[in-house]
Structures are given as structure tokens and as C-alpha cells.
């Protein structure tokens, strides 16, 4: 049996709308005043070290909140900030789901604060139709490692994970809610939640877990919606 291992770090501020067939295009006029605007921003570190930063634009209705309508076509810029620096990572436009997508490669340097943060915003410069739309992040880099070693004669399974000050320094993370996984046949299936303390989990491998028609069995942690490293 081979077990593959995967790690993602996922720092959201909203929930995917409800997606609907009608839109609202970017550049077009439109009578909003039954609507009101929502603009979410998210940071996304990937396997390999990669950032998917992330826009979701959408109007829902004054009177039915459950009615939810992309804006497409708005152009989103993201950019990097530090005091009065403002380094651009990319522009997209929204598709029609409402969403502006730019991903950038895990071995991009971004600019830091003096405590490590790296901020971050996405923006909306604003139509004759739309009002100007901002959103900013606040991101404590990640150092997240995942490992499988038998423990006392127990397969088990090590999250490690720390962060860097402006030094370098390796600083161990606590408190942050890991969420371990396996790929199922339809979804992931949750094996365990629990905290990270002084930089290290520890979790017993179930016995007894299906893989796929090779026997291989993925195992995903996640560390979601963090306020610790995301403000």
C-alpha cells in the first residue's frame, strides 16, 4: 500500500455564492438598487508552493438573499503592499461565475512586514454601473510538512508546522485547526480534527482504509479559515 501525502493551507473570508444562469457584466449599466454587492478575496497556498489568489464578485438580491448573481467581466487587480510599495501580481477579469483567478509560482518572493505578514489586496477599480470594491489579507507564511512514519510500532501520521519571522526564524505554530483526510470515491473522507500545538500533530493512521485500484491512499491536511495567520 502506498500512501501519498497532501498539504494545502487555505486561508478564506467567504463561501462560494450559489450560482445562477443570469449575470451582470463588468462594464455594463445595470439598476442595482435592488441588489447589494458582495466582493470576497482569498489566498490559496498549493502543494507545490503556489498562490492562487482569488476574487468572488457577486450581487444578491435585497429581497431573496438565496438569489445570487455573478458579475463578470470586472477586471480585478492583485497586488502586494508594504507601507507605500503597491507590487502587482496580476489582473483578471471575472468569469462568468463572478470569479477572477491569478496564480503565481511557489518560488515568487513577496514583499514582508517587519513582523513576517505579507499583505495582500484585491481590487476593483469601479464603473459608471459598480462602485469601487477592495478587499486585503493579512498572511503569516506557512511552513506546513507531512509525514507518515510508524510510531511505537503505530502508523502515524506528523503534521509539522511553523512560520518565519523577518529574521528567518523558524516559529512554531499553535493553536491552528488541522483537518486530515483521504480521498474517497465521491469526496475526501475526514479521518481527524484537531489542533497543531507547539508546532507538531500527531495522529494514528486508521487501519483498514480502502485505496484506489492500486491500493494507493491519498491523505490531505488542511489548515482552513485560520484568524491566527489571516487578518
Known sequence: MKLLLKKHLVFLLVLSGLLITSSIKGQEEADMSQYRVRFGFTVTKQPDNSRVFKAEFYASNRKNRRERTPIYEAEIQFLNILEDQEIALGTAKTNKEGIAE????????????????????????????????????????????LDLAEVDSVQTITVSAYTKDSLGIDIPVSDAYVVLSVEGLLSRMVIEEDLVDAGELQVEFPKGLPGDKDGNITVFALIEDCLLYTS
Open 102 to 145: 491569478v496564480t503565481l509560482p511557489g518560488n515568487y518572493k513577496y514583499l514582508k512586514d517587519a513582523e513576517g505578514f505579507m499583505n495582500f489586496r484585491a481590487y476593483f477599480v469601479g464603473t459608471d454601473a459598480l462602485d469601487e470594491e477592495s478587499e486585503d489579507l493579512r498572511i503569516r507564511d506557512l511552513q506546513f510538512q
